[in-house]
C-alpha cells in the first residue's frame, strides 16, 4: 500500500483565499483524523470520521474551517476565508481502529503559509 | 481530563552517546502507550507500543519503558546516530468508548557529529 497520500504538499496563499487539502487514506481503514502542527501547541486533533461520518469535530477551530469525506478514500479539509494564523503543517492520518490497538498512519503533511 | 506531558522538550547530544526522553500521563482508562518518531518534514511514525501488562520493549536501539503505577514511560536511545535527531511523540491510547489517543508535545531531539 502507497500509505496515507495528501495533497499539496505545500501550499502559499494570500489572506482570505480559500485553501482546500486532500487526503487519501490507506485502504480498509475506517478511521480518518486530521490534525494540526505547529511549533507552539503540536499536534492538535481538529477532526477524526469513522466510516466515512465525522464523530467528532470539537477541535475546528472556527467555522472558517469544514472538513468532509464523500468516501472511504478520499476527504478534504477546507478553509474559507484563510487568515495568516491559520500557517501550519496539516496532517492527515488513518487508522483500522482499535483492531490495530489504534496506531496512527499519517501522511507527509500539506504546509500551509497565508501571507 | 487526559493529558500527557514530555520531557525535556529539547535535548542535544553527541553522536554515540545514550540519552533518556520522559514521558507521564493521565489518560484513564489506559489502554496503550506508543511513542512515534518525527523526521523533520515528516508525518509521525510509530516506533513501539506499550500494554498495561508489558514493562520493557526494545525495537533495535530503542528501548521503552512503562510503569503503569505510577503513570511514566521512557524511551531510552543506545549509541545515538545522527539519523535519530527528530521529534520523539508520546501518545496514549485509553480503553473504552472514545479510542481517540492523546498526544504529548514531543521532545525534540539533535544529535551532533
Known amino acids: 500500500d502507497a500509505g496515507v497520500i495528501q495533497s499539496p504538499r505545500h501550499e502559499v496563499t494570500e489572506m482570505g483565499q480559500e485553501v482546500t487539502l486532500r487526503c487519501k487514506p490507506i485502504s480498509g481503514h475506517d478511521y480518518l483524523f486530521w490534525y494540526r502542527q505547529t511549533m507552539m501547541r503540536g499536534l492538535e486533533l481538529l477532526i477524526y470520521?469513522?466510516?466515512?461520518?465525522?464523530?467528532?469535530d470539537s477541535g475546528m477551530p472556527e467555522d472558517r474551517f469544514s472538513a468532509k469525506m464523500p468516501n472511504a478514500s478520499f476527504s478534504t479539509l477546507k478553509i474559507q476565508p484563510s487568515e495568516p494564523r491559520d500557517s501550519a503543517v496539516y496532517f492527515c492520518a488513518s487508522s483500522p481502529g482499535q483492531k490495530n490497538t489504534g496506531e496512527l498512519f499519517f501522511g507527509e503533511g500539506s504546509r500551509l503559509t497565508v501571507l | 481530563k487526559n493529558q500527557v506531558e514530555q520531557s525535556p522538550q529539547s535535548l542535544i547530544i553527541l553522536e554515540g552517546k545514550n540519552c533518556t526522553l520522559q514521558?507521564?500521563?493521565?489518560?484513564?482508562?489506559?489502554?496503550?502507550l506508543r511513542w512515534y518518531k518525527q523526521d523533520t518534514g515528516r508525518g509521525p511514525v510509530s516506533l513501539t507500543i506499550?500494554?498495561?501488562?508489558?514493562n520493557t520493549k526494545s525495537n533495535g536501539r530503542y528501548t521503552a519503558t512503562l510503569d503503569a503505577d505510577t503513570k511514566q514511560s521512557s524511551l531510552h536511545i543506545t549509541a545515538s546516530q545522527l539519523s535519530d535527531s527528530a521529534s520523539y511523540i508520546c501518545?496514549?491510547?485509553?480503553?473504552?468508548?472514545?479510542?481517540?489517543?492523546?498526544f504529548g508535545r514531543g521532545t525534540s531531539l539533535i544529535v551532533h557529529p
Open positions: 514521558c507521564n500521563y493521565t489518560v484513564s482508562p489506559f489502554s496503550n
Open positions: 470520521f469513522n466510516n466515512n461520518v465525522p464523530i467528532d
Open positions: 501518545v496514549v491510547s485509553a480503553s473504552g468508548g472514545s479510542y481517540i489517543p492523546t
Open positions: 506499550m500494554t498495561f501488562s508489558e
